[in-house]
């Protein structure tokens, strides 16, 4: 099993151009999640979804969309990228058991300049 | 809502040292608890978990008990080695998961 892709693993954008991150997990998992990691800030939630279909906002949404329209993946738009969106990128998922714990990927670089 | 605090780093220590860790936790449920290791350059891993009240987590000679009663998880290890070096979060979990700012670990050969 490959477990949680992302990609890519590393990015430059220009400020006001648009992207997305993918992620994909093989492993059936319901619960899907991305995160944001900045120096001295750990991992902050953006965005989740707890099944197909449904996604909710994490702690920091502004600037950013998701869709679940597959239980396998879990898309990251960037709108329209801006300096402050600078940071490593990761995407998690879980089964439905609050205490299974979360597997990662190995995450996004980003840079915007 | 709910949040996790843990002991801000970096936390410098020798080899074979004694290493805790602090972790204290706010939830308004009953959330499952965690610790996660991030090594340079990598993903988080899972380091180990707890259920419920009560229960110790343990892996690679790490361990950490759920204590209600203090709200806390806290990671202790009797003798690190260098390959310890990493960052360490702790993490709560109910529909979502909420990490810690994450403590940087130091090991001096």
């Known amino acids: 099993n490959a477990g949680v892709t992302q990609t890519p693993k590393f990015q430059v954008l220009k400020t006001g151009q648009s992207m997305t991150l993918q992620c994909a997990q093989d492993?059936?998992?319901?619960?899907m999640s991305w995160y944001r990691q900045d120096p001295g800030m750990g991992l902050r939630l953006i965005h989740y979804?707890?099944?197909?279909?449904?996604?909710d906002q994490g702690e920091v949404p502004n600037g950013y969309n998701v869709s679940r329209s597959t239980t396998e993946d879990f898309p990251l738009r960037l709108l329209s990228a801006a300096p402050s969106q600078t940071s490593v990128y990761f995407c998690?998922?879980?089964?439905?058991?609050?205490?299974?714990?979360?597997?990662f990927g190995s995450g996004t670089r980003l840079t915007v300049v | 809502g709910d949040s996790v605090t843990q002991m801000e780093g970096p936390v410098t220590l020798s080899e074979e040292a004694f290493l805790t860790i602090n972790c204290t936790y706010t939830?308004?449920?009953?959330?499952?608890l965690f610790w996660y290791v991030q090594y340079p350059g990598e993903g988080l891993q899972l380091l180990l978990k707890?259920?419920?009240?009560?229960d110790k987590g343990s892996n690679k000679g790490f361990e950490a008990t759920y204590r209600k009663e203090t709200t806390s998880f806290h990671l202790e290890k009797g003798s690190v080695q260098v390959s310890d070096s990493a960052v360490y979060f702790c993490?709560?979990?109910?529909?979502?998961?909420?990490f810690g700012k994450g403590t940087r670990l130091h090991i001096l050969p």
């Open positions: 939830a308004t449920g009953y959330p499952s």
């Open positions: 492993m059936n998992h319901e619960y």
């Open positions: 707890a259920t419920k009240a009560d």
């Open positions: 979804s707890v099944g197909a279909g449904i996604t």
């Open positions: 998690a998922s879980s089964y439905r058991d609050r205490g299974y714990g979360y597997t």
């Open positions: 993490a709560l979990s109910d529909d979502k998961i909420i």
